[in-house]
């Protein structure tokens, strides 16, 4: 059985370290294959405005061109309305006939602090195995210590780019060729994107 990892996200833009995070999970995990998921509607930053989902899902195609190991699920996109983990989990197994053993699912350690506080975050732990990514910031004294135990930590080399960063990179006119790939750049300035 192959072993996949959903790695779900505004991609607002797509980004170096978005890439990166999901080679590290192929080279230093037992991942066959990480699918990127473009959320719909957060809930947690159900506040802010979004890119066009489809922008969002053309400009992550665009990233990860002739990289057969990463794919891109409309998952979230079709079901429309807020997208909560829990549900798109259940739905990708039921989808796809895929066990516990063989389900991960990618956050940030910034995203556990707070992983009390999603929508049935035992029933989360219950249908994937969860792999953490260590930003320069965290602090495991700010998790609960059997919370800690129930996921695996990676480290990224790349996890201090935002797409936030980039979007106001962008606002200010200044380069983000380091920071997102080229052709990402090129379908952002012909569709006028970040630019208000």
């Known amino acids: 059985m192959v072993n996949i990892c959903l790695?779900?996200?505004?991609?607002?833009?797509?980004?170096?370290?978005?890439?990166?995070?999901?080679?590290?999970?192929?080279?230093?995990?037992?991942?066959?294959?990480?699918?990127?998921i473009p959320a719909f509607l957060p809930p947690h930053k159900s506040n802010k405005s979004y890119s066009n989902i489809q922008h969002r899902i053309n400009m992550l195609d665009l990233a990860l061109e002739n990289r057969d190991e990463f794919e891109i699920s409309e998952i979230e996109s079709e079901r429309k309305g807020k997208s909560y983990t829990v549900d798109t989990l259940k739905e990708y197994q039921k989808q796809f006939n895929i066990k516990k053993e063989n389900l991960f699912f990618l956050i940030g350690s910034d995203s556990l602090v707070n992983f009390h506080a999603w929508r049935k975050p035992d029933e989360i732990l219950n249908l994937a195995q969860i792999l953490v990514v260590l930003r320069p910031t965290f602090s495991k004294n700010s998790v609960d210590s059997q919370l800690l135990k129930q996921v695996k930590f990676l480290d990224s080399p790349l996890s201090d780019i935002s797409s936030s960063m980039i979007r106001q990179y962008l606002k200010a006119g200044r380069s983000v060729k380091h920071l997102i790939p080229e052709k990402v750049l090129t379908y952002i300035r012909r569709n006028e994107l970040y630019t208000f």
């Open 7 to 36: 790695f779900g996200g505004t991609f607002d833009p797509p980004h170096f370290a978005h890439l990166s995070l999901a080679e590290t999970v192929l080279r230093t995990t037992v991942v066959d294959k990480v699918v990127f």
